[in-house]
């Protein structure tokens, strides 16, 4: 998955069975641009436990990935993810672009902040940061540069 083959990450993937494996092809199918496949991934999932902390993420994976009304709902299984356990730079991640989707820039930037502060050299919360500072008219060239000092960033 990592080298961007999808195809060959189902492989090993698709026979599913547990939770995790089915997690992520929902993730392979999403970054197929395959909403389609990854909710037949979902439903499976919910299928063998609905309240599981793995299920809700990838409905809240897949709600970003769809869009429109589902990005309420992702936001709201984050804020859930914040309420039941401790603040990670995950959570705080996809409650931040759940806000940049829904236009709340001001919000998302103060949850990315924290993330920034709880992991200064992760390269989401930089990419995410940038984005969001655009949208605020803010400069970015702070967390540019620091995606350049650690090599993330720029043409694959």
């Not at 069975?17 to 392979?28: E, F, P, R, Y």
């Not at 599981?52 to 709902?73: D, P, Y």
């Not at 990315?112 to 984005?131: F, G, M, R, Y």
Request: glycine residues 8%; hydrophobic residues 40%; proline residues 3%.
């Amino acid at each position: 998955m990592h080298e961007q083959d999808y195809n060959e990450a189902l492989k090993h993937t698709h026979s599913g069975g547990t939770l995790d494996l089915h997690a992520l092809n929902v993730q392979i199918f999403i970054k197929m641009h395959r909403s389609d496949y990854a909710e037949k991934q979902l439903k499976i999932m919910q299928q063998i436990d609905e309240d599981h902390t793995l299920t809700q993420l990838a409905n809240a994976w897949l709600g970003i990935a769809v869009g429109g009304s589902k990005i309420r709902e992702a936001y709201l299984i984050f804020q859930d993810f914040a309420e039941k356990y401790p603040m990670t730079g995950m959570v705080l991640n996809g409650k931040a672009v759940c806000c940049m989707h829904m236009g709340s820039f001001e919000e998302a930037e103060t949850l990315l902040l924290e993330a920034l502060n709880k992991d200064a050299k992760d390269p989401e919360t930089l990419a995410n940061l940038i984005v969001c500072n655009l949208h605020l008219g803010k400069p970015s060239s702070r967390y540019l540069r620091w995606c350049d000092v650690l090599g993330v960033g720029g043409p694959q």
